[in-house]
């Protein structure tokens, strides 16, 4: 099993600067989704893992974690296509009603937290991608399984 985990939530940050244009920069970073990291685990192992702003040299970039993700594959000597599943940390699907009482939390639900909107910046960046792998915005049960995976985070972060 090779399960790619991903953090980061892409257009955060610009989202809230185009609907509240004006705001001081340290406003703007009160949001979710900073710090993006890709961690690679295969039969339960960590094999590799990265933080983004080390290939991007944004620090705390909530950007797709592009990079991070080329560096995991690179070192396992995989391609995107070998991953079997995908697993984000955040899940806002639980709360998806709550996002659409109002027109500006509803496009933020659909442009930034949504699976969907997850699963279109995995394959925009990387079409080779198998449109009938897992995409998963939740880590429950395989991360916990894997006694390696709880280090992921510190990994990703000091990397």
Request: charged share 25%; aromatic share 10%; proline share 5%.
């Amino acid at each position: 099993m090779k399960l790619l985990g991903i953090s980061g939530l892409d257009g955060s940050v610009s989202f809230k600067k185009a609907q509240w244009p004006g705001l001081d920069e340290r406003e703007y970073r009160i949001s979710q989704g900073h710090d993006s990291a890709a961690a690679l685990i295969v039969d339960g192992v960590c094999v590799a893992a990265a933080a983004e702003e080390r290939f991007s040299r944004k620090k705390h970039t909530g950007d797709f974690p592009s990079g991070a993700i080329q560096y995991c594959l690179s070192e396992a000597g995989l391609e995107i296509g070998d991953v079997d599943e995908i697993a984000h940390g955040f899940d806002y699907a639980p709360y998806r009603k709550v996002f659409s009482v109002d027109p500006i939390t509803a496009e933020l639900y659909r442009n930034v937290f949504s699976p969907e909107s997850l699963a279109g910046h995995v394959r925009q960046r990387f079409p080779a991608f198998p449109p009938s792998t897992s995409i998963r915005c939740s880590i429950t049960w395989r991360m916990r399984r894997a006694r390696s995976v709880r280090l992921v985070g510190t990994i990703a972060w000091w990397s």
